[in-house]
């Protein structure tokens, strides 16, 4: 079974700090998604990269894809109480194969 | 807007009781999924649906079948629920099958089953 650990598993920080979620696997994908999920809701998706070694902005978030497309990272900068949730990465392979991720839970205090 | 409505917020069951989860989108998507979440594991695949009536097992099908009549609704039925099976369990669609595609979530189902 393909399995996708995300580190670390619950984060608190202050506002205005910086963090780096990782997400990593022993397989490869070729594609990797990131969702946000905030209390009561479903996920919602953030990002796609498709391209090892990819970087792609989303205002204060970066994603980078690993060059051999086992791992990814999400970094916050300068992060808000409104980025509070929990964030699950997917890896896809296959057709219809999303394995998701175990999460990170992450509360900014204000 | 996008849309995938679940038929109930939170449930609570018997064991041994037949239990049926509804999910509905109104996007004319294709694909439709059924996820459990529970803490620490992230999501995990029940089963999913690429076309009406046509369904194929996830990482996790026992106990657990489901029901495509329409292209809009799909159906998680628990035969006999069971404790282990108190979770909270997420309905998702999307437009294709292959590649990155975005999956829609609706808000959830947490079911207890006492």
């Known amino acids: 079974t393909q399995l996708l650990e995300q580190s670390p598993q619950f984060l608190s920080i202050q506002e205005g700090e910086n963090l780096t979620v990782y997400c990593n696997s022993s397989?490869?994908?070729?594609?990797l998604q990131w969702y946000r999920q905030e209390p009561g809701e479903g996920p919602v998706l953030l990002v796609t990269?498709?391209?090892?070694?990819e970087v792609k902005k989303l205002k204060r978030l970066t994603f980078q894809f690993g060059d051999a497309r086992k791992d990814s990272s999400l970094h916050i900068t300068a992060a808000q109480p409104g980025d509070t949730g929990l964030y699950l990465c997917?890896?896809?392979?296959?057709?219809?194969?999303?394995?998701f991720g175990t999460g990170t839970r992450l509360k900014v205090l204000a | 807007d996008v849309k995938v409505t679940q038929s109930s917020r939170y449930l609570v069951k018997r064991t041994g009781e037949k239990v049926f989860l509804e999910c509905v989108q109104d996007?004319?998507?294709?694909?439709m999924f059924w996820y459990r979440q529970d803490p620490g594991l992230g999501l995990r695949l029940i089963y999913f649906?690429?076309?009406?009536?046509?369904?194929e097992k996830g990482d996790i099908p026992e106990g657990y079948s489901v029901s495509r009549e329409k292209k809009e609704r799909f159906s998680l039925i628990l035969e006999s629920a069971s404790t282990n099976q108190t979770s909270m369990y997420l309905c998702a669609s999307s437009l294709l099958v292959s590649g990155a595609n975005e999956q829609f979530f609706g808000p959830g189902t947490r079911l207890t089953v006492l």
């Open positions: 990269v498709v391209t090892g070694g």
């Open positions: 996007m004319d998507h294709e694909n």
């Open positions: 649906s690429y076309d009406v009536k046509m369904k």
């Open positions: 397989s490869v994908f070729s594609s």
């Open positions: 997917a890896g896809i392979s296959g057709t219809y194969k999303y394995i």
